[in-house]
């Protein structure tokens, strides 16, 4: 199963009367949302993430501007370019992911599995990387 990809919302309106999106528990989002946190006025040359969670998804929304966002779950490595709040980048449980090139006035949102817990960040590569080969192993013996 893939652990990260994009998800394309449903925006509700038109050009004359402007949009709406909802998000709603399995329309879209497969989890029940715990937290929601936004990370906006980033300086251009700042690179932000670099970590795993071992068990929080999340689905990342660039409501204006443009962000990219690296996604690596020890087997498929993907650069993802965020510039659509119609869009989402669905990040699961185990997956190194690193946000940069952040455009002047970009806003993030997060919406969160779980609310904030830092035993849950692995914030270190080679750590997250000796994890997700125990668990590749694992799948492959089961
Ligand atoms: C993630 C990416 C997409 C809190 O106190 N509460 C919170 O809910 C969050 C998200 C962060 N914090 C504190 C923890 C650190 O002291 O805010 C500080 C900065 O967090 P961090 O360096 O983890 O920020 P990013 O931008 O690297 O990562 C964030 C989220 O933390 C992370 O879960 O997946 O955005």
């Known amino acids: 199963m893939n652990k990260h990809y994009l998800i394309n919302f449903l ?9 709406i999106i909802a998000l709603e528990k399995n329309k879209p989002v497969k989890f ?8 906006h006025s980033v300086p251009e040359s700042m690179q ?3 970590h795993a969670h071992k068990s929080i998804e999340q689905i990342l929304i660039c409501l204006n501007g443009n962000i990219k ?7 498929i ?10 869009q989402g980048l669905y990040i699961g449980d185990m997956v190194w992911h690193e946000m940069f090139n952040y455009t002047k006035g970009a806003i993030l949102l997060v919406l969160a599995s779980e609310i904030y817990n830092e035993d849950d960040y692995i914030r270190n590569f080679d750590e997250f990387m000796k994890k997700v080969d125990k668990l590749n192993l694992n799948k492959k013996e089961a």
């Open 77 to 86: 490595e993907k650069v993802y370019e965020l510039n659509s709040s119609n």
């Open 11 to 19: 925006p509700i309106g038109n050009e004359n009367t402007g949009y």
């Open 32 to 39: 029940d949302i715990k937290r929601v946190y936004y990370i």
């Open 69 to 75: 966002v690296r996604c690596f779950d020890g087997k």
């Open 48 to 50: 932000r993430g670099f």
